[in-house]
């Protein structure tokens, strides 16, 4: 019997990997797979358009928003398809990629990437792919498109990371990412463009038909020193996007289930993209799950029990050392872990600044993303507050749902009686958790987004930026706008199971829908605004550079580090905190940038003091029974430090 390798040991690494290449040779051919598909019956087609009907009439939170700015009534579109399916038969049908291309037509038209209609078996699951990455980078010349990454196993002549795409299947690449981009759901011009690009050779078919052609056509220019053009025939390939574990179907809807804001196709093609050009991280998250110690990070990185989640180090820039957390998403179910990871992160990090990079992370758990903020910022937060849209049907659901439920109830009663479009603003994440942990990290931190933050990203953005965090560093216009909590059509049928009038019906063959439910509103000098078409606009614009995307970011992390140069960090520590002699509360603060110090003995205001060389000593009478004690620092009436003891 062969010896399969306990997780911890070196060897784990390279049979993890081994294993990614054996299951990208498993892939399937376009045509072999598109051979198999088409199997639903005229009665389920049409029972997916009733329930697809039912969901974007009742249950979707922005349609009046999408109507008004995208003139389109993807309800009066359904109740058309369903009167024509009606008057067909199973003789008469037309081939299935034909429903399953209207019904996919139907929900881009809204332009959300929160509500999707998602492909049954066997689309289910699959991702079609080229073995190649293509990004965007600007230079004076103007746009360039560029190979980044090629799958292990995959050669061309003079093929590689660097090689400029000039044409796409007879397309100028341009043109080509245009064309791509119109077919897809962004938000806004910039989200459409990024999926775009990504599309080109990334498509996951639980959202998207496979590709119509067989094969692409590639003209680049070689990487030689002739720079020779070129021209690469590569065909589609279908494969199970299943090394790492997928969201859908992931969970019952209660707790962190009601707290999503993801945008799925976002979190399929990161999914993807490390099984195709990261196995390391596949194997380090292979050997966690086995558990064994992670394996050893590359050189310079910092590790971490969640590898799918966070990648942490120091970089090196002109202006200095600073802390560099990627956070590539927010789809952990364990919320307490995901927080206790990020601080431990934190704790590790130069106090002279740090650059948190969100960059083309499609959100996860509203939870994480919001109970993050406090630990980067002595303010009080304010979680985002969110509205379902009122309809008889959101009401039954939340009538019947109280316990998770029952604090929009009031309001949606309430609209029987006054007509109003939406219930009232109440917060997915409550407010004294997002406080509960307090200021973790005291040097300055500066944001980096892109179009392909979304979600709970976006939500995370927008709270950073609402309550003065740092800078935000655009590498796009904006963010991908995702401004809701989104609930599957699984979680309907669940929400309302045992009500024997209840309008929802399960999908068949793995058919699925998503919607968004619950709006979020930023907060602050923002506050009311939506979150959603609008995205989140950086206080520094950047564009990426050939130089970024060849050598690690590393023009960003220098434009970073300018940024961070500028800012001054406020550090606090609470080196000792004990009992007096007298009954008092002892307390020994050092300080950096700091000119006073308000002292809290569970929550009341006890003591004030301005510091001297950075220092302080002193004891607060009647408190050595305390429970917790917190001082603020502060420059010119300015709170700009926190720092909390938890006492006996």
Known sequence: MAHRADSSTPDFVPQAAEAVREHLAAA??????????????????????????????????????????????????????????????????????????????????????????????????????????????????????????????????????????????????????????????????????????????????????????????????????????????????????????????????????????????????????????????????????????????????????????????????????????????????DVQGFVNEFIGLLRRMPDRGLILDVRDNGGGVIWNSELALQTLTPRHVTPEPTQFINTPLNLRICRRNQQELGAWLPSMEQAVEIGSTYSSAVALTPEDTANAIGQQYFGPVVLITSARCYSATDIFAAGFQDHHIGPVLGTDENTGAGGANVWEHRHLVELLTGDPETPYRPLPKGAGMRVAIRRSLRVGSNSGTPVEDLGITPDVPYRMTRRDLLEGNADLFERAGEVLKGLTPHVLDITDATAAADGGLRLKVKATNVERLDVYVDQRPRASVDLADGQADLTVPDAATAHSARVEGFVGGELVASQTARLN
Request: no cysteine.
């Open 28 to 333: 399937t051919g376009l045509p072999a797979f598109l051979a198999g598909a088409g199997t639903l019956t005229l009665a389920e087609r049409r029972l997916i358009v009733d329930q697809a009907l039912l969901m974007l009439d009742q249950n979707y939170v922005h349609l009046p928003l999408k109507s008004a700015m995208y003139a389109v009534n993807p309800v009066q579109r359904l109740r058309v398809l369903r009167r024509r399916l009606e008057q067909q038969t199973e003789e008469t049908e037309p081939v299935e990629w034909l429903f399953h291309a209207e019904m996919s037509e139907v929900f881009h038209s809204v332009r959300d990437l929160h509500t999707n209609y998602l492909l049954p078996d066997p689309y289910r699951g699959k991702i079609a792919f080229l073995p190649f990455l293509v990004e965007r980078y600007e230079d004076a010349q103007g746009e360039h498109f560029m190979v980044t990454h090629v799958a292990q196993g995959f050669s061309a002549p003079g093929f590689g990371p660097g090689v400029e795409i000039t044409h796409w299947s007879g397309i100028p690449i341009a043109k080509a990412v245009d064309l791509n981009a119109a077919r897809f759901a962004g938000s806004n011009a910039a989200a459409r463009r990024s999926r775009g690009i990504q599309s080109l050779t990334l498509r996951p078919l639980a959202m998207h038909l496979p590709p119509f052609e067989e094969w692409v056509t590639v003209s680049y220019v070689d990487s030689g020193t002739t720079a020779t053009p070129r021209e690469l025939r590569e065909s589609w390939r279908i494969v199970e996007n299943a090394l790492l574990p997928p969201f859908v179907g992931a969970a019952a809807p209660t707790g962190a289930a009601l707290a999503m804001g993801l945008d799925l196709d976002m979190d399929e093609a990161n999914r993807a993209k490390v099984m195709l050009f990261a196995p390391k991280v596949v194997a380090r998250q292979k050997a966690l799950e086995a558990g064994g110690a992670a394996p050893e990070v590359r050189a310079g990185e910092i590790s971490t029990s969640m590898p799918k989640s966070f990648r942490a180090q120091e970089v090196q820039t002109a202006s200095g050392t600073f802390g560099y957390i990627r956070i590539f998403t927010f789809n952990e179910p």
